[in-house]
Each structure stands twice: as structure tokens, then as C-alpha cells.
């Protein structure tokens, strides 16, 4: 069965300044994996997906993650944050030899101005 | 516009009642899924339904009932028999079954006193 560990519960940064949310995996086979934002009260929004294509993966408002194999690793990042980042996000991974997907704890982005 | 739609936002009963939140989508998913948010805890299957008429236990289904009658809705059933039932309910679809690319509705705030 797979899993995912979201290395930190809470992340502050300054506005301006990058951000990094560490994702780390476990899967007996090749995964998909997945970044969603969650505004408070809100629904989940997709940032980003890879699904075993380009291991760099481009998503919405300038995030981007990489899914590096021999680390079992997809970190989120971004240059620059914003005030609008401030929010949950929540790494996932899905298999779909067992037809399952399993979503981590969440790691709170706070945005100082 | 399509999506997927819950309601209602905020839901307040009384313990010992039982109560069903609503969902509908018009993206012609065929899986639907209900999961539980509780601060911390990332989020928990609760059932999910990958075709009319058919559904199946999630990780915590105890206390839970669900039907599907029609493609695009899928209520949630929380009964008296749910021990804490007082979470955040979110909804979502896929095309395919549970490692597809999951689409969220705006989610329920139960809450029980």
C-alpha cells in the first residue's frame, strides 16, 4: 500500500520570499502524485500532477514540483510568495494497480507581509 | 459551469439526529467520494461509488450511510450511531476510479451539540 508524509505541519515565510513544502512518498509502484490548496472553508483545488511524464511539473499560480525517484520526493515549490498562497496544501499519491490514493496530514503556508 | 456542488455550507443538529448532506456534480463523473476533515488529520474516506448503484466502504464508514441513485448525486447519511460527527465533509469525483484526478466540492461544516 502507499503512503505519504508531509515532512512539516506549518511553513511561515515572508511575502517575496520562496517556499518550499516537502512531500516525501511510499508506493510499490510506479505513482501518480499530486499537489492540492485548500483555502480555509473551502473545497481542495489542484495545483499540480505528475502522472509519470516530464519529472518536473509546472502548475497554477507559479508553483512547481519535481518528482525525484531515487529520493521518493515531490516538493512543491515556489520563487516568490505571495499573500494569496497562504492556505493548506496537501500532497497526494495514487496508485492505480490497487486502485487507491492516500493524502498527507497537510502543511499550513503562512504568508508574512 | 461545471463542478461539483454541496450543500448546505454549515449544518448544525442536535445529538442523537441523523442527517444528510447533499451532493450533486454535472462533470458526468463516474466516481463520486465523501471524505472527513478534522484539523490535523489531512483527509479520510469516508465511502466512495464508482458506478450507479454501487458503493463501498471508505477507511472510516462507521456511523455512515450513503446512496446512489443517479450519476450525478451522492448523499451522505451521518447517523446517531456516528460517535463524533462534528467535521468538515468534502465531496468529489473523478472520471475513473480512486487514483484518477480528484475534482472537490466546496465541502459541509457539520457540526453536533
Known amino acids: 500500500a502507499q503512503s505519504v508524509t508531509q515532512l512539516d505541519s506549518h511553513v511561515s515565510v515572508s511575502e517575496g520570499t520562496p517556499v518550499l513544502l516537502r512531500c516525501n512518498y511510499s508506493s510499490s509502484y510506479s505513482p501518480s502524485l499530486f499537489w492540492y490548496v485548500q483555502h480555509p472553508n473551502k473545497g481542495l483545488q489542484l495545483l499540480l500532477k505528475y502522472t509519470s511524464a516530464a519529472t518536473l511539473v509546472k502548475g497554477i499560480n507559479g508553483f512547481e514540483a519535481e518528482f525525484k525517484k531515487s529520493e521518493t520526493s515531490f516538493h512543491l515549490t515556489k520563487p516568490s510568495a505571495h499573500m494569496s498562497d497562504a492556505a493548506e496544501y496537501f500532497c497526494?499519491?495514487?496508485?492505480?494497480?490497487?486502485?487507491?490514493?492516500?493524502f498527507g496530514a497537510g502543511t499550513r503556508l503562512t504568508v508574512k507581509p | 459551469d461545471g463542478g461539483i456542488t454541496q450543500s448546505p455550507k454549515y449544518l448544525f443538529r442536535k445529538e442523537g439526529q441523523n442527517v444528510t448532506l447533499s451532493c450533486e456534480q454535472n462533470l458526468n463523473h463516474d466516481a463520486m467520494y465523501w471524505y472527513r476533515q478534522d484539523p490535523g488529520q489531512g483527509l479520510r474516506l469516508i465511502y466512495y461509488?464508482?458506478?450507479?448503484?454501487?458503493?463501498q466502504k471508505g477507511d472510516i464508514a462507521e456511523g455512515y450511510s450513503v446512496s446512489r441513485e443517479k450519476k450525478e448525486s451522492f448523499p451522505l447519511t451521518v447517523t446517531s450511531a456516528q460517535k463524533n460527527p462534528t467535521a468538515f465533509y468534502l465531496c468529489a469525483s473523478s472520471t475513473g476510479g480512486r487514483a484518477y484526478e480528484q475534482y472537490f466540492g466546496p465541502g459541509t461544516r457539520l457540526t453536533v451539540t
Open positions: 461509488s464508482q458506478i450507479v448503484n454501487d458503493f
Open positions: 497526494v499519491v495514487s496508485d492505480f494497480n490497487n486502485n487507491d490514493m492516500r
